[in-house]
C-alpha cells in the first residue's frame, strides 16, 4: 500500500473526528459558552451545511493548481479551524472555527479521492478510494467516545487541541509521503497510467454534460438519504421499540460504527472486480437490511445484527460510487467534490423525510421503512445507469459499416 494513502486517510481520520467529537460535547460547550442548548446545536448544522457549500466553491476556486497543493491548503484550513474551536473566547468564535474546519471537508474527500486512485494500478483504484476513507468511517467509531472521553478528564477544549494535533500530523503526511504528481498525469508508463484529468473550471464543468455523471450523483443522494434518514432516529428506535436502555445507545452505534468501516473496505473489493453489480447489490442490501430493521426491530438481539449489517450495507457502495463518478467526470475534481455535496443533500432529506413520518404518528419504525424507500429508489436509478453504460460499451464495439 502507497505511503500516501496512509497520510490521506489520517487526512480523513482527523476532519471525521472534527464531524462527529461535537455530537458528544454539547453540554459542556453550551455550559463554558453560555449559550442555550439550541445554539450549541448549531455547531454541528453550521459545519454541515458549510461541507455542503464548501465542497463546491473551493473546488471551483482551486481548478488550476496542483491537487497535492490543494490538499496541503486543505488541511492547513482544517488546523486553523480546530485552532480556533480549542481558543474560543466566545460562542461566534467557536462556531466561526466550526464552518472554516467544514470548508475543507467536501474538497479534501473529493480531490482526495482522485489522489489515491491516482496512486494505485487502475484495476485497484476503488480499494485505494476505500483505504482513504478506511479514516472517516473508524473515526465514525471513535469520534463520539473520543470526544467525550477527552473532554470529560481534560475539557472540551482538549479535545479539539488534539484533532488540531491529527490535523498536522496529517500536513506533515501529505507533504512527505503524497508524491507532486499525485491526482495528474503519472509519471511512468503501462499499466498503471491513466487520461489526464481536466484543469480550468471550464474543462471541469464539462463533465456534467453526462447523465451518467448525473445518475451516479443522483444514486449517491438517494444512497445516502435512505441510510441517513433511518439513522438520524435510530436511538429512537433502540429505546422506544428494541428496548435499550439510552447508555446502550451509545456502544449499538459502534457496532453501527465497525460495520461501517467493514463495509468501505468489502466495497471497495467488490467495485474492483465489477463495479455496477457491486453497486447494486449493496444498495439493495441496504433496502433489504432497513425493511428487516423495521419488521424486527422489538427483538433487542436481532437489532444488534441489523444495525452492524446497516453499516456494512450502508457504506459498501461508497467507494464504488466516487470511483464511478470521477470515470464518468474524466477525473474531474468537481465532479468529485459534488458527489460528496450530493451525500450531504442526501442526508438532509432523508433526516427531513423520517421526522415528517415520525411527525405523522407512524411510529418509530417509521424512519426505517422511509429509508428503505428512498433506498430502492437509489437502486432503481443506479440499475437504469448500469444499463445505459453497458448498452454505450456494446455501440462501440459494433464495427461501422
Not at 496529517?170 to 491526482?183: E, K, Q, T
Not at 461501517?260 to 467488490?270: F, P, Q, S, W
Not at 407512524?362 to 437504469?384: D, E, H, K, N, R
Amino acid at each position: 500500500m502507497p505511503s500516501g494513502l496512509v497520510a490521506l486517510a489520517l487526512g480523513g481520520f482527523g476532519i471525521g473526528l472534527t464531524e462527529f467529537l461535537i455530537a458528544g460535547l454539547l453540554p459542556q460547550v453550551a455550559s463554558s459558552l453560555a449559550v442555550s442548548e439550541a445554539a450549541a446545536g448549531r455547531l454541528i448544522s453550521g459545519y454541515a451545511s458549510s461541507v455542503a457549500v464548501g465542497a463546491i466553491a473551493l473546488t471551483a476556486a482551486t481548478a488550476r493548481l496542483p491537487r497535492k497543493h490543494i490538499l496541503v491548503g486543505l488541511v492547513a484550513l482544517f488546523v486553523v479551524g480546530n485552532l480556533l474551536s480549542a481558543v474560543a473566547p466566545d460562542y461566534q468564535v467557536m462556531l466561526l472555527g466550526r464552518i472554516v474546519a467544514a470548508l475543507c471537508h467536501g474538497s479534501f474527500f473529493g480531490i482526495g479521492s482522485l489522489v489515491a486512485r491516482s496512486l494505485v494500478a487502475p484495476e485497484k483504484k476503488s480499494r485505494a478510494v476505500a483505504v482513504m476513507f478506511a479514516g472517516l468511517t473508524v473515526a465514525n467509531v471513535l469520534g463520539v467516545p473520543f470526544g467525550a472521553l477527552v473532554g470529560e478528564r481534560w475539557g472540551w477544549r482538549a479535545s479539539f487541541w488534539a484533532v488540531t494535533a491529527i490535523g498536522l500530523l496529517a500536513l506533515a503526511g501529505i507533504v512527505a509521503l503524497v508524491p507532486s504528481w499525485a491526482g495528474r498525469a503519472q509519471p511512468s508508463a503501462g499499466a498503471r497510467a491513466e487520461p489526464v484529468p481536466p484543469t480550468g473550471l471550464a474543462r471541469q464543468l464539462r463533465a456534467f454534460r453526462s447523465w451518467q455523471v448525473w445518475l451516479t450523483l443522483v444514486a449517491t443522494a438517494l444512497g445516502y438519504g435512505g441510510m441517513f434518514g433511518a439513522f438520524s432516529y435510530i436511538a429512537y428506535t433502540f429505546t422506544e421499540v428494541s428496548g435499550f436502555a439510552p447508555e446502550d445507545v451509545a456502544w449499538l452505534l459502534m457496532v453501527y460504527g465497525v460495520g461501517l468501516v467493514a463495509g468501505n473496505l468489502i466495497g471497495g473489493r467488490a467495485a474492483d472486480r465489477d463495479r455496477d453489480r457491486a453497486l447494486i447489490l449493496a444498495l439493495f442490501g441496504l433496502a433489504l437490511t432497513l425493511a428487516l430493521f423495521g419488521l424486527l426491530a422489538d427483538s433487542a438481539g436481532a437489532s444488534v445484527v441489523l444495525v452492524f449489517l446497516m453499516g456494512v450495507t450502508g457504506f459498501a457502495s461508497v467507494p464504488g460510487l466516487i470511483t464511478r463518478v470521477t470515470d464518468f467526470a474524466q477525473g474531474s475534481a468537481l465532479a468529485a467534490s459534488a458527489n460528496v455535496s450530493a451525500s450531504n443533500v442526501g442526508n438532509a432529506l432523508g433526516a427531513w423525510l423520517g421526522g415528517v413520518a415520525l411527525s405523522a404518528g407512524l411510529g418509530y419504525t417509521a424512519p426505517l421503512y422511509v429509508g428503505a424507500g428512498i433506498v430502492l429508489m437509489s437502486v432503481a436509478v443506479m440499475a437504469v445507469a448500469a444499463r445505459r453504460a453497458r448498452s454505450s460499451r456494446t455501440a462501440d464495439r459494433v464495427p461501422a459499416r
